[in-house]
């Protein structure tokens, strides 16, 4: 990436080169963490693990994560810090690694922590250098850098299927070459970081000024954003750590089918992400949030009632309106609070990872006791905490639309 190039998208307003190589990283670091509960069957039968420690390493994953990121996000507001985005991935290549080897529970769970630490680090400063380099056009930044984010993660579980389950726990040290790799790149997005990122291109022509409301009314609204935030991830959680045994369960599927299907849900996801950042730039984010929490009710409560083929389309209907909210909440709240931006990034991927975190853990002890059909019930009506999108200030001016 020369500073020849850079130069010349940055006449058009967005340094899409910028926006690019930091949505391939992002890319490049979930596909590496999403690798771990894609091989949670291997390493239940080889660990000898119930559902409940399952969820206990998805809990460190993310909950070391959502614990740290908001935290790093206020550090790096006051004190930018380029290049800890190779030092995060540095992080999740020692996780993988340890992972590959690990010879016991605890060397899982050491394993776990290390890849919700380079995350932790990697998503503030990585969301706010997105940012940087949006022109202005902020909801369509976020969804292409979490475009890559989803992406990497739907991959996962299709390398898992043809590449780790075939050679076993210790094939995962392969990708510590995809973290290396990575960290390449991060070096030189750090540099441009660095030397430009403060000077980055911002809108000619802004009709959109930051929401100057009361705190009380800031407060509440950031509230009822977590609470959406619950409600999403608790029911991905639901999907990302147990559909696969949800599927070889009801549907008698083996493993490596099983994975395809999660990554064909994970796909729609990827796709869901990219779509709610510029339809929020458009129509506004108060109604991406809206339909896309609430609007996924009807497919949710339908899901397990249904025969294979109906429940692999319903996920994809599911997977591609739910997680259009989440690029939408994040630059809604960083426009409730401007000048906040890795503290608003960090807090929210913070409370996603920890919703994840605990709603992993949570429905693991829920099938331990109950089983996997009845956790799929309980979860389908989690969409209806999206009610509470009503009560959402408008932050934004009305859109000037095109003739």
Not at 115 to 128: D, K, N, T, V
Not at 168 to 175: A, C, D, K, P, T
Not at 343 to 361: E, H
Request: one cysteine or more; glycine letters at 10%.
């Amino acid at each position: 990436m020369s500073q020849a190039v850079i130069t010349r998208q940055q006449a058009g307003g967005t340094v899409f080169a910028v926006l690019a190589a930091v949505s391939f990283c992002h890319l490049l670091n979930d596909l590496t963490v999403s690798l771990l509960p894609a091989i949670y069957p291997i390493l239940k039968s080889g660990f000898d693990l119930s559902f409940g420690q399952i969820g206990l390493i998805t809990l460190v994953l993310q909950g070391i994560a959502s614990l740290l990121q908001p935290l790093v996000g206020l550090y790096t507001d006051r004190k930018p810090q380029p290049y800890s985005l190779p030092c995060g991935m540095g992080c999740t290549l020692s996780g993988i690694c340890l992972l590959a080897f690990a010879p016991n529970y605890l060397a899982l769970l050491a394993g776990a922590a290390l890849l919700g630490l380079g995350a932790s680090i990697f998503h503030p400063e990585a969301s706010r250098l997105a940012r940087l380099a949006s022109g202005g056009a902020h909801g369509m930044a976020q969804s292409l850098f979490q475009l890559g984010g989803s992406f990497g993660s739907s991959i996962g579980p299709v390398l898992a299927a043809f590449f780790i389950v075939p050679r076993g726990q210790e094939s995962l040290v392969w990708f510590a070459l995809v973290a290396l790799f990575a960290m390449g790149i991060l070096v030189l997005l750090s540099n441009w970081y660095r030397n430009t990122g403060h000077a980055a291109p911002k809108a000619q022509h802004s009709t959109i000024r930051p929401a100057v409301l009361p705190k009380s009314q800031v407060r509440r609204a950031i509230a009822i954003l977590i609470a959406l935030i619950f409600s999403k991830y608790f029911y991905l959680s639901s999907i990302t750590s147990y559909y696969i045994f949800y599927l070889m369960h009801r549907f008698a599927l083996p493993t490596a089918t099983a994975q395809i299907y999660l990554f064909i849900f994970l796909a729609a996801a990827a796709a869901g992400t990219f779509l709610g950042g510029p339809i929020g730039d458009r129509y506004g984010r108060k109604a991406v949030i809206w339909a896309s929490i609430l609007g996924v009710l009807p497919f949710t409560l339908a899901l397990p009632y249904v025969g294979l083929a109906a429940t692999v389309g319903l996920s994809v209907v599911i997977g591609l309106i739910l997680s259009s909210a989440f690029s939408a909440i994040v630059v809604y709240a960083q426009e409730l609070m401007p000048g906040r931006v890795g503290m608003v990034s960090g807090l929210f991927f913070g409370v996603a990872f920890g919703m994840a975190g605990i709603g992993a853990a949570a429905l693991g002890e829920l099938a331990d006791w109950t089983s996997i059909a009845f956790v799929y019930r309980v979860c389908s009506f989690l969409p209806l905490i999206g009610l509470l999108s009503a009560f959402l200030p408008n932050v934004e001016p009305r859109r000037l639309r095109k003739p």
